[in-house]
C-alpha cells in the first residue's frame, strides 16, 4: 500500500509543478536509474525517478531536488552545467533474503556534473550516497525536451 501511494503522490507533484515551470525541462537516463527534471526556478529542478543498484536487490522510486550553481560559480556556457541536491523516496528491497522485507525511506545527496554536446543531448557523471542502495550517482545521458 505504501508503494501505491508513493507512487501516485510522484505522479500529482509531476503534474502539479509542471503546470507552473517555464525553464527546459530534461530527461536524465542512465546504468542506474531514470528521472525528469522540471524547474521550479532559474537555478532549482524537482525530478520525480527511480533507481536501482547493479544487482537489482533495490528499487527506489524518489523525488529529487537539485540546485544549479552555474551562477555562483559563473559559468556562463550553456554547455556545462555543476549541481548538487537531496533526494527523498522509498526503496524496494526485491532481493532474496530468506523473506526478510528491508524496503525503507530512501535519503540521499548527491553533486554532479553534466556537459552538453549539442543542443539537445548531453552526459552526466553524479557522485551521491544515502541510506540505500537507490541513492548512489551514475553516469548517464541527458536529452532537452
Do not use: C
Not at 521550479?40 to 536501482?52: E, S
Not at 530468506?98 to 525503507?104: A, K, M, R, T
Not at 551521491?128 to 548512489?136: D, E, K, N, V
Amino acid at each position: 500500500m505504501k508503494n501505491i501511494i508513493l507512487f501516485f503522490t510522484l505522479v500529482i507533484t509531476l503534474f502539479a509543478v509542471d503546470a507552473f515551470s517555464q525553464a527546459r525541462k530534461e530527461l536524465n537516463f542512465g546504468l542506474l536509474g531514470i528521472n525528469y527534471e522540471i524547474p521550479v526556478h532559474k537555478d532549482i529542478t524537482i525530478a520525480p525517478g527511480a533507481a536501482t543498484n547493479f544487482d537489482l536487490d533495490w528499487i527506489s522510486l524518489h523525488l529529487r531536488g537539485n540546485y544549479y550553481f552555474d551562477n555562483i560559480f559563473g559559468i556562463t556556457d550553456d554547455a556545462w552545467d555543476v549541481y548538487g541536491g537531496v533526494g527523498a523516496g522509498y526503496a524496494i528491497y526485491n532481493g532474496d533474503d530468506n523473506g526478510i522485507d528491508e524496503s525503507d525511506i530512501d535519503l540521499g545527496l548527491h553533486v554532479g556534473g553534466r556537459w552538453f554536446w549539442n543542443d539537445k543531448w548531453g552526459v552526466y557523471l553524479e557522485l551521491g550516497g544515502g541510506s540505500t542502495a537507490g541513492a548512489m550517482g551514475g553516469i548517464g545521458l541527458t536529452v532537452k525536451l
